[in-house]
């Protein structure tokens, strides 16, 4: 029973333009998202997250929207480079229960064509 | 910023040897690790959860006899992939939570990965 869902394997989008990965969550419990980005054989890099108690956060050209009731995250990129074209993971977690590990989605990989 | 270091990078080793990976939390302490592993085009998938000076919590269907994990320091968790078999090939990351810090910006940190590849 995946916890974290990723529908979207991948994603080609022309530079300059939005990309828009999605993220869907099963378990209410979760309060605290977040986006990594992984290049191959590299460990994942943190991007951005946000708590359950709001519904947008934005880092430079980077916001992640949390809509709780849908259950639903999603990351926008704006404008879309090329250096952004990696793996994208979606993770969640319960902020207040001590010392949890992340629950990942599958992933999507971006491709950012110049 | 926070630097967690992972070794081997690589490793290739032959069907019945064990391999020891070392995650290192390089300038803060951990008293949590986690262990995760990758298979090619899946997700990053949790093993185990390491707790310096006690026992790592395993995730179900991950055998605790094979994936042996010691965190004997805050600053050290080895996983130790014993009898290694080809079906053990994969990607392992470990990742670290800063003690001192707190989810504000994310701090779970993660290492560089090791690739095991057995023949």
């Known amino acids: 029973d995946q916890q974290v869902k990723q529908n979207s394997p991948s994603l080609s989008v022309q530079e300059g333009r939005i990309s828009i990965l999605n993220c869907d969550y099963t378990?209410?419990?979760?309060?605290?998202f977040l986006w990594y980005k992984k290049y191959p054989a590299e460990g994942p890099t943190f991007l951005i997250s946000?708590?359950?108690?709001?519904d947008k956060n934005e880092d430079g050209r980077f916001t992640v929207f949390l809509n709780k009731s849908a259950k639903h995250l999603s990351l926008h990129i704006v404008p879309s480079q090329p250096g952004d074209s990696a793996v994208y993971f979606c993770?969640?977690?319960?902020?207040?229960?001590?010392?949890?590990?992340?629950?990942f989605g599958k992933g999507t990989r971006l491709s950012v064509i110049a | 910023g926070a630097v967690v270091s992972q070794h081997p990078s690589r490793v290739i080793c032959k069907s019945g040897t064990s391999v020891k990976i070392e995650c290192r939390s390089l300038?803060?302490?951990?008293?949590?690790m986690f262990w995760y592993r990758q298979f090619p085009k899946q997700s990053l998938m949790l093993m185990a959860t390491?707790?310096?000076?006690?026992?790592?919590t395993y995730e179900q269907g991950v055998e605790k006899d094979k994936f042996l994990i010691n965190h004997a320091s805050l600053t050290l968790s080895t996983l130790t992939v014993t009898s290694a078999h080809p079906e053990d090939s994969s990607f392992y990351i470990c990742?670290?939570?800063?003690?001192?810090?707190?989810w504000g910006t994310g701090e779970l940190f993660f290492g560089e990965g090791s690739r095991l590849t057995v023949l």
């Open positions: 990742s670290a939570r800063d003690d001192d810090g707190g």
């Open positions: 946000i708590s359950s108690i709001k």
């Open positions: 390491s707790n310096e000076g006690s026992k790592a």
């Open positions: 378990n209410s419990m979760f309060d605290y």
């Open positions: 300038d803060f302490q951990a008293t949590t």
């Open positions: 993770a969640a977690t319960f902020r207040n229960s001590g010392n949890t590990p992340l629950v």
